[in-house]
């Protein structure tokens, strides 16, 4: 190849490399998101597998030594072909499988360590692939042997699909009585959508001409129904007891047609060469479907997390909602702190004068307030943060079980909450953080209580309350309403709210008067709402954001189109 040649090559693979890097990086965030449907996950997995596995690695090193996957069923014989190709028993046999429960691998010194370092075996953990050496001569073609692909363990099968998505050539091994297990098939779909070249092994085939004519037939339909074309696959036929025991494997004259395509490969690097270009463009081929069966998953995804944040929010702002209306309606306070600061402002005595029209109350105020035991501000303060407190953990835990009851009702929410039972209550902290914003929002009412009081007769008249007492006021103000009701009528809860009204209508004026109840009021609906939010917020980090699913779809989309393109 000329260096003018050479440079564009070189161009072609760097963006080939860039692409199938970030594929495989969409593909991992994907697989952080945790996919619901276990076939979805399936797919994310095989697609950053295919990426970086396979793609990123062959484009960077299209000389690199091929991978020849020995790929069937639990007993097939894959061990024994191994041991065949390497005329020795370097892979165990026998009748109790899953005999291979790591993966082997046949090759040079040189070639195991390039395809283990950085090339397509170099995302598997060394520790699940044992090396056996080939002979020095023998570089350029490397053999894995593969766990047995419906392996009862789930480690083994899923370090068999990896091993998929790395190959450069398949050597499919069934047998005479397993060759239509529905596993094996399943699998050899996915060889076939990733366009690797494949060679059928059929073992074991019974001697009698006839049967052995009828099970080949067969294999050759259900092959050709899993779309695999076998007019351009080699195929060899082995028969019960074509065995070699001198290494234990099979014969070699019965395993011609493989051991020649080896033989071939290993002998040729033009060869070699053709067909890892060949299985890179199938491979590049075949990330289209994958990679947009992944983008749609994430858009079905993104709907169903919408449906799922909706009812969260929905319940939450209702239960918010019932809250904030028990709170305006009183019955915040018990009587017993009530009757103590009715006591103390001398509530019946203003409310008698109140009643019978006696307005001259700013100086009588003073008067009345003088010499009054010690204010009972700070047991009302604490009554109220306690009763709140309770009050919000009673609506919040009831708009978290309502929440999850309704998510467990739904296949796509069921899940996340039986990971996260926690989502069936309020939050352990909320009480903390409650009385935390509750003591705060009392402590602004006594800021604004003192910005309000810039009269002289306005402080004096605070003065003779206390700043706390009159902020207490306030506070009562905004829980406790008269509703048109005066005199006998009011009783206890009813008198204490009509005193504080006429109170600090008395000290501030009726404007400044509602100011000051309605910023609190504003505060106090702010700050149960963000507590509200951020209980909420529980439901919505388990359930990904429905625009990050979005957007990693269409990031999918974009990267393989532009893959396509390219190759146009």
């Known amino acids: 190849m ?88 370097v892979s165990a046999t026998g009748v109790v499988r899953p005999t291979t429960r790591d993966a082997i691998l046949y090759a040079t010194a040189a070639d195991a360590e390039r395809l283990l370092e950085s090339g397509q075996l170099g995302r598997l953990s060394r520790g699940s692939v044992g090396r056996v050496l080939a002979p020095g001569d023998r570089t350029g073609v490397a053999i894995v042997d593969a766990p047995d692909i419906d392996s009862v363990e789930r480690a083994n099968r899923e370090l068999a699909d990896a091993l998929i998505e790395s190959a450069d050539l398949c050597v499919f091994v069934t047998t005479a009585t397993r060759y239509a297990d529905l596993v094996p098939f399943e699998v050899l779909r ?7 070249p494949l060679v059928v092994v059929i073992n074991r085939l019974p001697r009698d001409e006839h049967d052995r004519e009828v099970v080949v037939a067969d294999a050759s339909r259900l092959l050709a129904q899993a779309g695999v074309p076998t007019e351009r696959m080699t195929i060899a036929l082995v028969g019960e007891g074509e065995l070699d025991p001198t290494v234990d494997g099979l014969s ?65 702002v209702e239960e918010l909602d019932d809250l904030l209306r028990a709170l305006r309606e009183g019955g915040v306070l018990r009587e017993e702190i009530l009757r103590q600061w009715h006591d103390f402002v001398g ?53 978290a079980r309502r929440t999850a009851g309704r998510w467990s009702e739904r296949e796509d929410g069921a899940g996340l909450v039986a990971t996260e039972p926690g989502l069936w209550s309020a939050s352990p902290d909320l009480g903390n953080a409650v009385r935390g914003d509750l003591d705060e929002w009392l402590r602004s009412i006594v800021d604004d209580v003192r910005a309000a009081g810039d009269r002289k007769r ?26 048109g009701l005066t005199g006998a009528e009011l009783g206890i809860a009813g008198g204490t709210a009509f005193v504080n009204q006429k109170l600090l209508e008395t000290i501030f004026g009726e404007r400044v008067m509602e100011e000051l109840i309605e910023r609190a009021r504003s505060r106090l609906d702010a700050l149960l709402t963000a507590l509200f939010a951020h209980e909420r917020d529980r439901f919505d980090r388990v359930a990904a954001a429905p625009q990050d699913l979005r957007e990693i779809a269409s990031s999918l989309r974009r990267t393989v189109d532009a893959f396509a393109a390219e190759r146009a």
Do not use: C, W
């Not at 697989?31 to 597998?49: C, G, S």
């Not at 996915?190 to 690797?196: A, F, H, K």
């Open 2 to 89: 000329t260096q003018a040649e050479t440079r564009p090559r070189a161009a072609r693979d760097s963006t080939l490399q860039q692409r199938g890097r970030e594929l495989g990086r969409l593909a991992e965030r994907r697989l952080a998101l945790a996919p619901r449907d276990a076939a979805a996950a399936e797919r994310a997995r095989r697609l950053r597998d295919h990426a970086l596995g396979y793609i990123v690695p062959r484009a960077t090193d299209l000389d690199a030594p091929l991978l020849i996957l020995l790929l069937g069923p639990t007993g097939a014989g894959k061990s024994s072909i191994l041991n065949t190709i390497a005329a020795g028993p």
């Open 190 to 196: 996915r060889v076939r959508e990733r366009g690797l």
């Open 252 to 316: 070699r004259e019965a395993l011609r047609p493989v051991l020649e395509r080896i033989d071939q490969l290993a002998g040729d690097r033009d060869e070699r060469a053709a067909l890892a270009a060949s299985t890179l463009e199938a491979a590049i081929r075949g990330l289209a479907p994958l990679a947009h069966s992944v983008a749609d998953d994430l858009e079905h995804d993104a709907l169903d997390t919408e449906t799922l944040r909706r009812i969260a929010a929905t319940t939450y």
């Open 347 to 399: 509530a019946d005595q203003i409310t008698r004068l109140f009643a019978t029209g006696f307005g001259r109350l700013r100086g009588m105020l003073l008067v009345a307030l003088r010499g009054r035991p010690n204010s009972p501000a700070p047991q009302v303060e604490e009554e109220a943060v306690t009763v709140l407190a309770a009050q919000v953990g009673r609506y919040a835990n009831e708009a």
């Open 458 to 483: 306005t402080t004096a008249q605070i003065a003779a309350l206390g700043v706390n007492a009159v902020g207490v006021a306030v506070m009562l103000a905004v829980f406790a309403h008269t509703a």
